[in-house]
Nanobody, 116 residues
Framework: QVQLVESGGGLVQPGGSLRLSCAASGFTFALYTMNWYRQAPGQERLLVSTINPAGDNTNYSGSVKGRFTISRDNWNHTLHLQMNSLKTDDTAVYYC?????????WGQGTQVTVSL
C-alpha cells in the first residue's frame, strides 16, 4: 500500500532553513505528481507546492514562492522541500501527499516550528 514518511522537521529561528524529505513506497513514484501540504494549529490543510513526475514543472503557493524549493529523486523515491528564510507563519505540520485514482494519501507529517 501507499506509504509516505516525512522527516527533517524541527525548531528553527526566523530566517533559518530546513530541508524536509519524504520517502515514498507502495506505488510507482516516478509516474505521479507529488505535493507538499501544511497544516497550522486550528487551520485547514493547505497545498504548499507541487512537482510533476519528471520534476521539471513546479508550483508554489504565494506565501512560500521564492523561499521554498520542491524537488524529487525518482531513482530513490524521495521528495524534498528546501525551506529558506523561514518565518513564524511557516510554523505547521508538513505533509507530503499523492493522489492516486482519485484518492489522496498523506504521511504522518513532520512538525516545523519557527520561533525565537
Amino acid at each position: 500500500q501507499v506509504q509516505l514518511v516525512e522527516s527533517g522537521g524541527g525548531l528553527v529561528q526566523p530566517g533559518g532553513s530546513l530541508r524536509l524529505s519524504c520517502a515514498a513506497s507502495g506505488f510507482t513514484f516516478a509516474l505521479y505528481t507529488m505535493n507538499w501540504y501544511r497544516q497550522a494549529p486550528g487551520q485547514e490543510r493547505l497545498l504548499v507546492s507541487t512537482i510533476n513526475p519528471a520534476g521539471d514543472n513546479t508550483n508554489y503557493s504565494g506565501s512560500v514562492k521564492g523561499r521554498f524549493t520542491i524537488s524529487r529523486d525518482n531513482w530513490n523515491h524521495t521528495l524534498h522541500l528546501q525551506m529558506n528564510s523561514l518565518k513564524t507563519d511557516d510554523t505547521a505540520v508538513y505533509y507530503c501527499g499523492v493522489r492516486r485514482f482519485g484518492t489522496d494519501f498523506w504521511g504522518q507529517g513532520t512538525q516545523v516550528t519557527v520561533s525565537l
